[in-house]
């Protein structure tokens, strides 16, 4: 203590802890739940951009670069390992040309495959405007009741079209109570109720990637999706949404369709 300095007077420091702090569970609820440390599903949608230089080369190597690419994605296709759904965007979007919908419990398999395209003569010409990693887990909001739905259901690629996008919540959405975020919900869970040919595919990137969800929709009919966005809109959920763009219309193809579709055909 300096001279002149009395009992009462001591350097500020930080605030002091007054009885134990707040258990909070990932969805906002008090609890001691221990860390979840099961392995479980991650999910990689890869954007792929071609240099149009690779259209300029002689057509026998193009074709030749092509089918080794091909066969590079029909391995990956065929391993136990890995669930790929491929995708093309030729004509659909301009910064991209092809998406690579890779799941795996194991993160080293996106790296592997990645590794091995771009050892490709093709994965020369290629590029990646957008990447997106994320883990896939229960909703809290749809399955309130415990034991309902603990075993996480993913059925990728089952519809014609995939509607990909990343999306953050605004900071205020984390302040409202969890009543009040699930009444939202609720409501955002009934608007969509009537539009049976969508399934939706949520994810979760809090800490691996910089959204904080990344959200697929699989369906046979773009405009039933349109008119879905279109009424989501008017939901009071839609209020803390801070950031739901880029968004891809991504077509489900074969990875033959797609080598050509980049290579001009041959």
Request: net charge neutral.
């Amino acid at each position: 203590m300096t001279h002149g300095q009395s009992h009462g007077d001591r350097p500020a420091g930080p605030p002091q802890r007054r009885g134990p702090m707040v258990d909070l569970d990932p969805s906002g609820q008090v609890g001691g739940r221990e860390p979840d440390r099961e392995r479980r599903q991650f999910l990689n949608y890869a954007f792929y951009k071609l240099d149009p230089a690779f259209r300029r080369l002689p057509a026998t190597e193009r074709a030749e670069a092509g089918a080794e690419f091909a066969a590079v994605l029909n391995r990956w296709e065929n391993r136990d390992e890995l669930i790929l759904r491929t995708y093309s965007l030729v004509g659909l979007r301009g910064d991209c040309d092809f998406m690579l919908w890779r799941i795996s419990s194991d993160l080293a398999c996106f790296q592997e495959m990645q590794d091995e395209m771009n050892r490709a003569r093709l994965g020369a010409f290629l590029t990646q405007p957008h990447n997106f990693l994320s883990l896939q887990k229960r909703s809290q909001y749809v399955n309130r009741i415990e034991g309902s739905g603990e075993g996480v259901e993913l059925l990728p690629g089952q519809g014609a079209y995939l509607f990909v996008y990343p999306f953050v919540k605004t900071r205020a959405w984390y302040n409202l109570s969890p009543h009040a975020r699930q009444g939202m919900m609720d409501e955002h869970i009934h608007a969509a109720s009537p539009f049976k040919g969508i399934r939706l595919n949520t994810s979760y990137s809090y800490g691996i990637d910089d959204q904080e969800f990344v959200v697929a929709f699989d369906s046979d009919y773009p405009q039933e999706f349109v008119d879905l966005v279109q009424r989501l809109r008017h939901t009071e959920a839609s209020l803390y949404t801070l950031r739901d763009t880029p968004m891809f219309t991504c077509k489900k193809a074969p990875a033959g369709t797609i080598v050509s579709q980049l290579s001009g055909g041959g």
